[in-house]
C-alpha cells in the first residue's frame, strides 16, 4: 500500500473515476444478462463489458501503472501502454464467440420454427430436402452436354 | 520485396507489439522485427494475398466515428437496462441490411464494429446474397439502421478498402 497513499489527486481521481465506471458499465452487463428474458436480448448485455466496461478500467490501469513507473518530470515519464494490448485482443476475439453463439440460437430456432425469426431465404429448407444432392447430380451432367456443342 | 514481407502490415503491427510488451530498446526492436518477419511469413502460406488498403484516412475518421458510436451505445444499453427497457415499452428485433461489400478484410472490421457497439450483434452474413442479419436491442425504425450502418460505416469501409 505504499506507492498508493503518495497517489496526489489529479492522478487517484481519474483512476478512481474510470475504474468505476469500467466496473459500473460491467456490473450492469452482467446484470442485463441475468434479467433479460429472450436470449438474442442477452447477447447485447456483456457487450457493455467487452465494450467500455473494459476500456475503463484499462484506461485507469493505464494511468495508475504509468504513474507509478515514472520517475518525477518530463524525462522520468514511462508511460505503461501494454493494456493497449489486451483491449485491442478483447476487441478482436468477441465476434468470434458473439457470432458462434448468435449462429447457434439462429440454427436452433429456425428448425424449431419459432415466431419472429427471419428465415435463410434459400438455406432454411436444405436440411428437410436429402434429395438435394440427388438433383444436383442430375443437374451437373447437363450442364456439360450442353456446353459440350458450344465449344464445338 | 513482397516474397520477404508478404504482409507488410502484419510484419509492423507484431514488431509494435513485440515493443509494447517488451520495453524500447534497440535489441527488442531487431529482435521484434525478425519475429514479426517469421511469423508474417507464415501467415502467407495460408493467407497468400495482401489485405489492400487504399486509404488510411477513412480508417482514422472511422476509428472516431466509431469511438463516440460506442460510448453512446453503451450509455444508452445500460440506461435500458437500468429501467427495464423504459418500463416495458423497450422492442427488440432483426433487421436485414444488405451490404456491398464483398472482400474478407473490410467484413472482419465491420463485424468488430458492430460488435464492439452495445445494442447491435451481428447474428449471421449470407456470403451468397451479401445480405447481413443483425440483431438490434432497441429497434426504433428499421430503415434507420440500413442507412446508418449502409451510409456511416460502410460507405467509409469502401474507400478505405479495394473490392
New interface residues.
Partial sequence: MSYLDTLPPWIAIPVAFFLILGS??TL??A??LA??R?F??R???P??G???GAAGILLASMILMSWNESEPGWSGLRPV??E??IGIFL??T??VT??LL??AA?HRDRIEGTP???G????ADVPHRPTGEEADGEAAPEIDISDAPGEN | MSRIFPHPLLTLALTLLWLLLTSFSLGHLILGFAVATVASRALSAIEPDRVPIRAVWPLVKLFFIVGGDIIRSNLAVAWLILTRGRHGKRRSGFVEIPLRLRAPAPLALLAIIITATPGTAWIEYDAETGVLLLHVFDMIETDDWVTLIGTRYENLLMEAFVG
Avoid at chain 1, 120 to 123: D, G, N
Fill in positions: 459500473t458499465l450492469l452487463g446484470f442485463g434479467r433479460l429472450d438474442y436480448d447477447l447485447h448485455a457487450t457493455l467487452t465494450s467500455w501502454l501494454h493497449l494490448v476487441m478482436i468477441t465476434p458473439l457470432m448468435g449462429r439462429l419472429g425469426i427471419p435463410a431465404v434459400e438455406r
